[in-house]
Every structure is written in C-alpha cells, then in structure tokens.
C-alpha cells in the first residue's frame, strides 16, 4: 500500500500531525514504544505545562537560540493562544499558574495525551514498531521497521531530541538526517543542572538555598534573572536551568564561572552607614540576605565577626565583592541525557519554516524537538512541539 503520509513518533508534534491528517489523507503513525506520549505524561511534573500567556513575539523573544525566528510561520498559524483554544474545544479548560504558565485544570498531563488522541483514529497508530531507516526514492520514501517496510509518499520525523531516552528519545532523528544527507547539530543538554565541585569539596553547604536574583556567566555585561537553587551538587533552579545551554557552550571554550547577586542592597552603604553603632559585621550582613548565606559569606571572607566601626576598607570591599558576585566556578552541565530538553537537532537551514518540509528532500519533513529548535522551561517545548507539527501536516493536507 502507498501511504500518503506517515508520522513517525507519537509524541506531542507527531499526535497534533496525525490530528490534522486525520480524515483528510491516508496515513499511520509508527511508533517505537509499547504507548505514546511517554515523555508527555512526565511533562510539568505530571501535570504538562503545555503553554504560556505570551504573545508570539514576547515568545520568540524569549528563546535562547539565535535563528529563534524561524518560529514565526509556524507560532503565527498556532501560538499559545491557539495552543489554549484547541484544547478548549477538545473539553480540556487550562489554567494559569504565576500568571505565566497554563497547564490542564485536571491536574493531570494524561488529560493533554486523551485530547490529542480524541482528535485521531488509534487504529492508525502502530506501537513497538521503532523506524530503522528511511529510503528516498524518487517519488516516494520507504521506511523501514523492524516488523514491515512502509510506503509513503510524505514522511512527518517526529521522533524527538535525546534527553530521557527511557521515555523514547534516542536520538534518532540524526541517524536518519545522516542517512539522507540533511545537515545536523549533535544533540546537546538544555535546560539542566550545573555541577560545582566548589560547593562539594569546600563545603559551602548551601544545599536548599533559594533566591531570586542576578547571575552574570564570567565577565558578560549581560545579567541574568531569575531563580537559584543550591544544591548537594551545584546549582539549580529556573535561571539555572535556562542559561545551562548557554553555559554547556561556553565549557567547550572556556572555564565558566557563576557570579550570583546575594543581595539587592548596597553593601558599601550599609556597612558606612553602621559605622556609628555597635552593630557586629554579621548582623550587617543578615540584614541584607538570609542568615544562612550571611553566615556563609562571613566564613569565605575569612573576616572575623567584630563591630562594624572596626571594619578596615578593604574588608567592607571584600564583603561587598562577595555580595554582590558570589562566585561559584562550573565543572560540568548535566548529560543530555538527564536534561530536560537537548539543544541540537537538524538544522534549520535545511527545512523550510513555512511548511517544516526539507529543502534538499520534499515530502519529507522533520518537526518538535529533533529540530535546533527549543526554549526554556514554561511551556516553550510543547507549544514548538505542536505548533511545527501542526504546521508541517497542514501542508501536506493542503497539497492534497
Ligand atoms: C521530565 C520532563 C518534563 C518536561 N516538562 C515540560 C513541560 O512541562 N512543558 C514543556 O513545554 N516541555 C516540557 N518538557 C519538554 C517536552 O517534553 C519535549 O520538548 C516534548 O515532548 C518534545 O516533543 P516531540 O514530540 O518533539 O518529542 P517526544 O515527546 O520526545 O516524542 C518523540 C516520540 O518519538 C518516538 N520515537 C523515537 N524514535 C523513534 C523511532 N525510531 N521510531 C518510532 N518512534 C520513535 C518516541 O518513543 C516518542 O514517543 C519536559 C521534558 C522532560 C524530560
């Protein structure tokens, strides 16, 4: 049988393919696992942060990759208020959480996977069939599984980065790009932690720490704000995570250093203001971060805890220095495997942002993230993951 598509890959970009293939042409979905949606179902802690209340423009901004707007086509036909609206009309309302983040009011992202799955014919969908490899023939392409070989005239890759490869995300994209000769960036990890052997070995025991701050990555003007976590092992938290693609690439260059603003306040200020009373250094600087850290601060100065009146200059700068840029040096990022999201992927010169489909290859097209397309955390992966698959299917539809 001649296919007139195939999708390959049940995730969130190949579920809204299928949703928009769906009574219009021919197709099936080939997926590797016994289920879809495995990595969905983890998404959000269970609970799928599907999207965010930005506009297209405030949501391409957002992103750290540079060629961010080839998103455009595609977020303009379906953004996060699209994103909302469908899932409405599936019978799924969301709701915002920190005013930025929708996520299923059930609580629940098996609720996400049944409104995609609501949307297509399951006897489509054939499970424990992992794609092997992709022929291209001269109008059509054959797909090779373990059990059958397909043939389709347009073939949806969907098959994800390699970040949770549990879940489902070997990394295959790459193989077949390899294969076809379609340009590629070797996955990377995106959005994870960042070790420190500093906050192991010298014991800064900042483990459970939590601020909202500024970081600078070494000596960039550029700062960075958001929320930090220490942990046993480094750093983590939502700031963290979102600039540890950056700081991935920057380690395959340079040594990398974190410079976290502990305090608002001016500690030059402070300190001079305190010189008439009988405060000691440590009250001063409890005053102006928490006392864990206060404490901890003290301790790296190697200063003594005495009334501020006999604070040298050179002490109250130190202090300041370790204030307003703590430093914490980074040994490593987290493997991409156990990131939450890879950076990497094919290459977007290759495709076309209009329809997702290959330049080099028509009729084949590669969407969500096995492309070098991905955001922070906050809801950016799912809508890129929906939205590039919606786009590439509507093309196909469109051809007829
Ligand atoms: C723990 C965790 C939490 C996350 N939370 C969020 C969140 O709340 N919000 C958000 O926006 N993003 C979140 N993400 C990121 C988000 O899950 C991904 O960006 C998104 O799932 C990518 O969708 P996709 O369809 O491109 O790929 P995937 O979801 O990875 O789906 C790919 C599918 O292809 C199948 N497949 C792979 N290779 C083959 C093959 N050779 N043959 C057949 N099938 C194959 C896989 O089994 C899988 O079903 C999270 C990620 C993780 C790991």
Request: proline share 4%; glycine share 8%.
């Amino acid at each position: 049988m001649l296919y007139d598509c195939i999708v390959i890959g049940g995730g969130p970009a190949g579920l809204m393919a299928c949703n928009q293939l769906e009574k219009h042409l021919n197709y099936i979905l080939l997926e590797k696992n016994d289920k879809v949606g495995k990595k969905l179902l983890l998404t959000g802690g269970k609970r799928c942060n599907i999207t965010n209340n930005l506009s297209v423009k405030d949501f391409i901004e957002s992103l750290n990759v540079s060629h961010k707007k080839f998103l455009y086509p595609a977020l303009t036909q379906f953004g996060p208020k699209d994103v909302i609206q469908f899932f409405n009309s599936r019978g799924l309302e969301l709701e915002l959480e920190q005013n930025f983040k929708f996520f299923p009011k059930t609580g629940k992202s098996s609720s996400v996977l049944e409104a995609l799955l609501k949307g297509m014919d399951e006897k489509r969908i054939h499970y424990n069939e992992p794609v092997r490899k992709i022929f291209k023939q001269e109008t059509s392409f054959l797909i090779e599984t373990d059990k059958e070989t397909y043939l389709t005239k347009q073939v949806i890759i969907a098959v994800g980065s390699n970040a949770y490869p549990s879940m489902g995300s070997s990394g295959d994209a790459l193989l077949f790009a390899k294969h076809l000769g379609v340009l590629y960036k070797p996955f990377t990890p995106a959005e994870t932690y960042l070790f420190s052997n500093k906050v192991k070995t010298e014991d800064l025991d900042l483990q459970g720490v939590a601020l909202t701050t500024q970081v600078r990555i070494n000596q960039d003007k550029k700062t960075h704000p958001g929320d930090v976590l220490f942990t046993h092992f480094g750093v983590s938290g939502p700031l963290i995570l979102h600039i540890s693609e950056i700081v991935y690439d920057r380690l395959e260059k340079e040594p990398v250093t974190l410079f976290i603003e502990l305090t608002e306040q001016d500690p030059i200020l402070e300190f001079n203001q305190k010189r008439t009373t009988k405060d000691m250094v440590l009250s001063v600087l409890e005053s102006m971060t928490s006392k864990r850290l206060a404490k901890k601060v003290l301790d790296v100065s190697g200063i003594p805890n005495k009334r501020v009146s006999d604070m040298k200059k050179t002490e109250v700068e130190a202090l300041n220095r370790l204030l307003k840029a703590f430093e914490i040096p980074i040994d490593r990022v987290e493997v991409k495997e156990k990131a939450f999201v890879n950076a990497g992927g094919i290459l977007v010169d290759e495709l076309n942002p209009k329809t997702m489909e290959c330049i080099a290859h028509p009729g084949l097209y590669f969407v969500g993230e096995s492309t070098d397309l991905q955001g922070p955390i906050g809801g950016f992966n799912i809508t890129i993951a929906l939205s590039t698959g919606r786009l590439a299917a509507n093309h196909i539809v469109s051809k007829g």
